[in-house]
């Protein structure tokens, strides 16, 4: 495959390594050339490649978040003649024109990873049944009904599977808001908005339209600027910004945990100032350093209460490493932690287990919803 020279550095220009047919990330570097004015060529370990990486900042440590290019985000809307859900003592009545901008009383969100086909290693079926998966996942979300759902894991590369997300949308008054992750990678964040507290920008008024897009009412990707090709899809819902992101896995070695940590900062970042409302898989637990950082940038963490308050026991994953793990989140800034409340898990431990003999599971993850009584609010 050739080699390609690459500068680890701006500070220090002299010191550049030849990698062999392998991309940037130090995982997959075999050797190396010492730095100019060594001793020559000598191995480089990956661990020694990753030391020297992470010391030298290079890769996640940018300056902060990169805004995505607009033509990313795909927005499906539907044109509410579907079944509808609305909720009655919600946002809403039938006979109020102005429903679109009022605020709403009570909202309830839901967040969920839904395994993607490509990434579901644990058997076969997980991985070609996905229809039935998918279809399973639908009906559950049916049974929630929740007012705003992000998805992560959502498969972006299946014109199938995007197809058959954006018909169950438009049939229940859903806007479907896609955002892939980048580099081609297979998946990316979902985000399902009610039609009617979705912020879009007017029909036919160009200057509305162009206010809507400076004034940030418009859906809008980030990216974290690292090779995770990790992605946040921001949605203005009436009243807050709605995040949906999933933050790369804790993998025991040197560069995941300081990437992941680089990630919260610079979505913290962001979002500093603003009034937001986060949901995703943050594949830590709360006292994870990637969430104590999004915690000193004042995010609070929902979580649901165990049976037993002296053993707060839930969990929402079981990972590819065999490992239960609490790391779906319900987290808000700028909002008073009362509106948060009724912070349910939906199904138990042993849904997530692998079966045998081999059948397939509806996800890996657990959803997670909450409810907001925005009434509970002050000013």
Request: glycine share 8%; charged share 25%.
């Amino acid at each position: 495959g050739g080699s390609k020279k690459v500068r680890i550095s701006e500070a220090s220009r002299s010191r550049f390594f030849c990698c062999f047919a392998v991309p940037a990330p130090p995982p997959c570097v075999r050797c190396a050339f010492s730095p100019f004015g060594g001793d020559g060529m000598r191995r480089v370990t990956r661990t020694m490649m990753a030391q020297e990486v992470v010391s030298s900042n290079v890769f996640w440590a940018s300056n902060g978040a990169v805004r995505l290019s607009a033509d990313e985000v795909r927005v499906y809307s539907g044109g509410g003649g579907g079944k509808g859900h609305r909720r009655k003592n919600d946002s809403s009545t039938d006979d109020d024109d102005d429903v679109v901008h009022q605020p709403p009383r009570r909202l309830r969100v839901a967040t969920w990873n839904l395994l993607a086909p490509p990434y579901a290693t644990n058997n076969d079926l997980e991985k070609h049944e996905w229809r039935s998966r998918l279809a399973s996942q639908q009906r559950q979300l049916e049974d929630v009904l929740p007012d705003v759902a992000a998805l992560q894991e959502f498969w972006t590369a299946s014109d199938e599977a995007v197809a058959l997300w954006r018909r169950w949308a438009e049939d229940r008054d859903y806007a479907l808001v896609v955002l892939p992750r980048t580099r081609g990678k297979a998946d990316g964040c979902a985000t399902l908005v009610r039609n009617d507290l979705l912020f879009r920008q007017s029909d036919g008024d160009d200057d509305a339209d162009a206010d809507a897009v400076e004034s940030g009412c418009e859906p809008y990707g980030l990216g974290y600027d690292d090779w995770g090709d990790r992605v946040c899809l921001c949605v203005p819902v009436v009243g807050l910004l709605v995040c949906n992101t999933h933050f790369t896995f804790a993998h025991d070695n040197a560069w995941d945990p300081v990437m992941r940590r680089h990630q919260a900062r610079k979505l913290a970042e962001h979002l500093a100032g603003r009034r937001c409302l986060l949901l995703g898989d943050l594949n830590g637990e709360k006292h994870d350093p990637a969430l104590r950082i999004l915690q000193d940038h004042g995010f609070a963490l929902h979580e649901p209460r165990a049976d037993d308050d002296d053993i707060p026991d839930w969990k929402s994953h079981y990972a590819h490493t065999h490992e239960f793990l609490a790391c779906d989140f319900v987290a808000t800034k700028g909002i008073p932690p009362a509106v948060v409340n009724d912070v349910t898990l939906h199904g138990d431990h042993g849904d997530l287990v692998p079966k045998k003999p081999p059948r397939f599971r509806v996800s890996d993850h657990l959803m997670l919803s909450a409810t907001l009584d925005l009434r509970t609010q002050t000013t």
